[in-house]
């Protein structure tokens, strides 16, 4: 029996590059790195212009809470430090590095070499914060922070391996290319987290990697596959959770709080790579696709490697490029120029060349509320927001959306639902951050 949770929608897959192994691309001549590809304080940079670096070198750091370090992802030599807009818009510091194509590894790396079990979880916590690894997933919170937040407080640990977005099939590829590294990866967290098992959570449109992880786990009592049904937003955290134990997040809480945490596969990987060579996250797995793109694929880019050397990877655009989106059709976020790099966050590039952006109005189908997996309703969210009646917003929870974009998919009278929520939200926020600085003085 699948597992599933009320609510959502079928989508289109697309999962053009589900049997397109991942190909490692080495051939930028130079990467930006930006100094922030997680959330928390920004790195400085350690490195200065004319400096030679190698892959793996620490080049950015900051000691402040909630802060991951960022390492070089090429060797050669940095040819300046400037602000870029990065994926958000907001202005970041980039390290730019000439890459002198021979992929010098850092000296200064190292693999752990004691038992794993003689290792503290502080030792381990500390290995994941050098390496720069984050929820490789999109999420980009720093992995150690979430590891020492789960300690003593979490029961269940679950690898999310959903992928529940159209066309993404990174993750996909992972599972099946480098099993070996996810499954030690995974022993890695239930050592430091002092659970006594972990449950890998995939859903059933990939049925290669359940037969996949079914041989290769030797201990099925530790680590355990279980089956999800192919929907959206399945990948979604509270989903996943619901779906496998019937617990629900209360609004403002966190898996943690109702004893669970969740891992994307290749963050765990990177877990394990950290732990056996010292390598900090330097590559991203990303799936390149859409109808503007010639050569749909799976690639594993240097982080900072520009969207344009990407697209030429992928034999370049062949039709108008109306819109290149970070991430999937549904969450990611819609960029403006080609200029941006690859970060540790970007699961996916989609080049599109439909521009679908006529707007219409509610003909009270009611489709959206029956699609809302937060048991949200989004039409009248939408109107509030509209009308910018923004306590009204918050008084119907629109702090609660968790903006997957289901409601807008299914409205038939092209409301941009999402979009208003997002405004109220933002309006929401600000008005609490100023209500609570004034409090503060
Ligand atoms: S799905 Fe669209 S048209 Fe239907 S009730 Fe919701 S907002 Fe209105
Ligand atoms: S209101 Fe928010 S949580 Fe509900 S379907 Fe829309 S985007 Fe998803």
Redesign the pocket.
Known sequence: MAYTFLGGIHLDERKNTAAMAAELYTDPKQVAIPMQQHIGAPCKPLVSVGDTVTVGQCIGENNNALCCSVHASVSGTVISLEERRGITGAPITHVVIENDFNYTPCPDMQGIQTPLESLSPEEIIERVRAAGIVGMGGATFPAYAKIQSALGKVKHLIINCAECEPYITANHRLMLEEPEAVLKGIKILIHTLGVRRAVIAVEDNKPDVIELLEKKIDDKALISVKVLKTKYPQGDERQIIYALYGKEIPTGKLPADVGCVLFNPETVACIYRALSTGMPVVNKRVTVDGDAIKKPRNLIVPIGTSFADVAEACGGTRKKLARLISGGPMMGQAQWSLDYCVTKGTGALLFLSDMKEEIGQCIRCGK?VR????H?M?AL?AAYSEKEKYEECEKLGALS????????YVCPGKVP??QY?RNAKGAINEHRRRVGEKGGK
């Open positions: 959206c699609a809302c997996q937060m949200l989004p969210l959306c968790v903006e997957c974009g289901c409601c807008t639902i999402v929520i």
